[in-house]
């Protein structure tokens, strides 16, 4: 099988490594890539080498967490899955695998969505938990901050859920991306008026959630700074990622205390009244309601694609990337003629 391995910062090679699916173990399931997604900002800091990503080993590395493949073959102990399946996993950019569908987080993604939105599946699952996690009520007006492919997903998926959405960005190719994916306002993060303005997009009554998924220092400060009093500011960014010290203070007590507003990490379990269902339990749910919204037609993150390469092409991918090319959003790489027989 071919896979992508990062030997060191801007360093990426495709090889060719072994694979046996003739003996698979009873709980093991066997799947051939179709597409796999390109997670803008994680992978660009994974391949520019600005720190070692969470959880990843050191150098040589797998890189990607976003695979759409069909299963080939499953153990006599799997159940849930069968061959022909299409599922969703965070298996890595590579032509095919064996895990388990614990290891590999697998869903079975549904007849009727399209690949191209069914690959961006846990990119998406990750932007509603943003909403989840920071106990959106439907009415609030959320404002998102950061117009990557996790803050668009935000964007399409805040409408869906009952917000009232603005977005907030700095280039106005992004906030037409946001336009197409179903913002209520758009605003630019420079304007020297956005607070008026978007004081005047929540009818006075101020920004309830913002959703925070730029990295750089003055995007949280934007972040805090147009908050309500007593609102929510759910961080899903890696703040300060790549950069100098701070020249303000970022708990300050006029945006923290005096406000009295709440910063929460989009990260670990959804706040639950009813306890019951754990972290990975809950993630599996969020992936399988919005491939439904998929299925349906009212989440499509398709309509962002602006790159469908062959897998061979993949360097160019990163290597736009990491030139922060604004004209590149939804990324997929096409595996399947990978595959030998």
Same mark, same amino acid.
């Given at each position: 099988?071919?896979?992508?391995?990062?030997?060191?910062?801007?360093?990426?090679?495709?090889?060719?490594?072994?694979?046996?699916?003739?003996?698979?173990?009873?709980?093991?399931?066997?799947?051939?890539?179709?597409?796999?997604?390109?997670?803008?900002?994680?992978?660009?800091?994974?391949?520019? *080498?600005?720190?070692?990503?969470? #959880?990843?080993? %050191?150098?040589?590395?797998? /890189? +990607? $967490?976003?695979? &759409? *493949?069909?299963?080939?073959?499953? #153990?006599?102990? %799997?159940?849930?899955?069968? /061959? +022909? $399946?299409?599922? &969703?996993?965070?298996?890595?950019?590579?032509?095919?695998?064996?895990?388990?569908?614990?290891? +590999?987080?697998?869903?079975?993604?549904?007849?009727?969505?399209?690949?191209?939105?069914?690959?961006?599946?846990?990119?998406?699952?990750?932007?509603?938990?943003?909403?989840?996690?920071?106990?959106?009520?439907?009415?609030?007006?959320?404002?998102?901050?950061?117009?990557?492919?996790?803050?668009?997903?935000?964007?399409?998926?805040?409408?869906?859920?009952?917000?009232?959405?603005?977005?907030?960005?700095?280039?106005?190719?992004?906030?037409?991306?946001?336009?197409?994916?179903?913002?209520?306002?758009?605003?630019?993060?420079?304007?020297?008026?956005?607070?008026?303005?978007?004081?005047?997009?929540?009818?006075?009554?101020?920004?309830?959630?913002?959703?925070?998924?730029?990295?750089?220092?003055?995007?949280?400060?934007?972040?805090?700074?147009?908050?309500?009093?007593?609102?929510?500011?759910?961080?899903?960014?890696?703040?300060?990622?790549?950069?100098?010290?701070?020249?303000?203070?970022?708990?300050?007590?006029?945006?923290?205390?005096?406000?009295?507003?709440?910063?929460?990490?989009?990260?670990?379990?959804?706040?639950?009244?009813?306890?019951?269902?754990?972290?990975?339990?809950?993630?599996?749910?969020?992936?399988?309601?919005?491939?439904?919204?998929?299925?349906?037609?009212?989440?499509?993150?398709?309509?962002?694609?602006?790159?469908?390469?062959?897998?061979?092409?993949?360097?160019?991918?990163?290597?736009?990337?990491?030139?922060?090319?604004?004209?590149?959003?939804?990324?997929?790489?096409?595996?399947?003629?990978?595959?030998?027989?």
């Amino acid at each position: 099988m071919k896979i992508a391995i990062l030997h060191g910062p801007r360093d990426l090679r495709i090889e060719d490594h072994e694979l046996d699916p003739s003996n698979l173990a009873p709980d093991q399931v066997w799947v051939r890539t179709i597409v796999t997604g390109f997670k803008i900002g994680t992978d660009r800091g994974n391949y520019e *080498g600005a720190e070692d990503v969470p #959880g990843a080993p %050191v150098y040589p590395r797998w /890189v +990607g $967490d976003s695979n &759409l *493949g069909e299963i080939r073959g499953v #153990g006599s102990n %799997v159940t849930g899955f069968q /061959v +022909g $399946d299409r599922v &969703l996993s965070q298996m890595h950019h590579q032509s095919e695998y064996i895990c388990t569908p614990a290891e +590999g987080f697998l869903v079975k993604v549904p007849d009727g969505v399209d690949p191209e939105d069914a690959v961006f599946g846990n990119l998406y699952s990750l932007s509603a938990h943003c909403y989840h996690k920071a106990l959106l009520r439907p009415g609030e007006t959320v404002a998102v901050v950061g117009l990557g492919t996790l803050g668009l997903g935000a964007v399409a998926i805040g409408p869906l859920y009952g917000a009232r959405t603005a977005a907030i960005g700095n280039s106005d190719l992004r906030l037409e991306m946001a336009d197409r994916m179903g913002a209520h306002g758009l605003f630019s993060s420079d304007d020297p008026e956005l607070a008026a303005k978007l004081d005047e997009f929540s009818d006075g009554r101020g920004i309830d959630l913002v959703i925070l998924t730029a990295n750089p220092w003055p995007a949280y400060r934007t972040a805090v700074e147009i908050v309500r009093p007593g609102g929510r500011v759910g961080i899903v960014s890696l703040l300060g990622r790549g950069e100098e010290g701070l020249e303000f203070n970022p708990l300050s007590m006029q945006l923290f205390y005096i406000k009295g507003i709440s910063l929460i990490a989009i990260c670990g379990e959804d706040p639950n009244l009813f306890p019951g269902a754990g972290g990975d339990v809950q993630q599996t749910r969020h992936r399988a309601h919005l491939f439904t919204l998929m299925a349906d037609g009212l989440l499509e993150p398709k309509r962002l694609v602006t790159h469908r390469l062959h897998y061979t092409r993949m360097v160019e991918a990163y290597e736009m990337a990491y030139h922060r090319d604004k004209t590149m959003m939804n990324v997929v790489f096409d595996w399947r003629d990978a595959h030998a027989g």
